[in-house]
């Protein structure tokens, strides 16, 4: 089984970047009758077609979900997604068409190495490039100028890479994929040990958390510019509100990988796509999913 969202059938990832300008772009494609969910718990998310994921909404299922750089200049660039699946006729049929569904999120990384961002040929060419082969972190698609801990700025934060993760429990697949572009350090939650975070100028972890407590003039009004974004599989058979719920609850897995989370600084966003294969809790889907998301972060450390 791959460690990743491919461990769920019907799951291909691609991915498309510009190193030069550290920015680029990730499309998960599902084939077949997947449901969708989101959970959005950040104070400066930058989202499309978030609304339809709400259990009140008409549309209960997704054909891909899109991450991207390039703040909300990146939202754009689904537009090159869905030109790819209508011309694999695949979407939701209406009178006048096929239309794909694609939610979709973007992390800020205008600072890290340029101002430049993924355009719908990028998007375009991430899903030429899906597969369901095995991944492995490196710093490529939507992870290509992700950073964590910016108190400090961005000269002082760390470089993560595209996270991965998944477990097998029985018939139960639940996987995780992340892109960490967080405000906050990422810890090691078994040992307490900041692993990727702000650095003083001597190259050592500050502790955000603590730098913030311990200054209560400090003003972080003009840091809005993170996001962490995780993308849940499951062969589960789950409805929207459920998947919804499972997004809830993957949360947990930010919270304990992440100092301080879901803040007014950070977007974060979790996705859940479910292929409906198998009849599982609620309960033990939703707690699968806070452990690989929580294990996904870490392996975003590198």
């Not at 689904?78 to 209508?86: E, N, Q």
């Not at 800020?108 to 490039?129: F, V």
């Amino acid at each position: 089984m791959n460690n990743d969202l491919t461990a769920v059938k019907g799951i291909k990832i691609g991915h498309a970047d510009d190193q030069d300008s550290g920015t680029g772009c990730t499309v998960i494609l599902a084939d077949g009758n997947f449901t969708i969910g989101a959970e959005v718990r950040g104070g400066a998310p930058g989202s499309r077609e978030i609304a339809l994921t709400d259990s009140r909404a008409a549309v209960d299922q997704a054909n891909a979900v899109f991450l991207s750089g390039g703040s909300a200049y990146g939202l754009d660039a689904a537009g090159g997604v869905m030109k790819y699946l209508k011309e694999k006729n695949v979407g939701f049929q209406t009178g006048g068409g096929v239309v794909p569904i694609v939610p979709a999120a973007v992390i800020y990384d205008l600072e890290y190495k340029s101002n430049n961002y993924p355009d719908q040929k990028m998007a375009y060419q991430a899903c030429t490039s899906a597969s369901n082969s095995a991944q492995t972190a490196h710093s490529i698609g939507a992870a290509a100028g992700a950073t964590c801990g910016k108190l400090m700025g961005m000269d002082k934060a760390t470089k993560t890479v595209l996270g991965h993760a998944a477990h097998k429990s029985g018939d139960l697949t639940v996987s995780a994929l992340a892109v960490v572009n967080a405000f906050g350090d990422i810890k090691n939650p078994n040992s307490g040990e900041i692993i990727a975070g702000a650095k003083n100028e001597a190259g050592d972890f500050i502790n955000t958390e603590k730098t913030i407590i311990n200054q209560p003039e400090i003003n972080l009004g003009f840091l809005r510019e993170n996001t962490t974004l995780v993308v849940i599989a499951t062969n589960a058979l789950l409805d929207k509100s459920e998947a919804n719920r499972v997004s809830m609850m993957a949360h947990s897995g930010l919270s304990r990988t992440i100092y301080p989370v879901h803040t007014l600084l950070d977007g974060d966003s979790i996705f859940t796509l479910a292929s409906n294969k198998i009849k599982a809790d609620i309960n033990q889907v939703g707690i699968l999913a806070a452990e690989v998301v929580k294990r996904a972060v870490i392996n975003s450390a590198g």
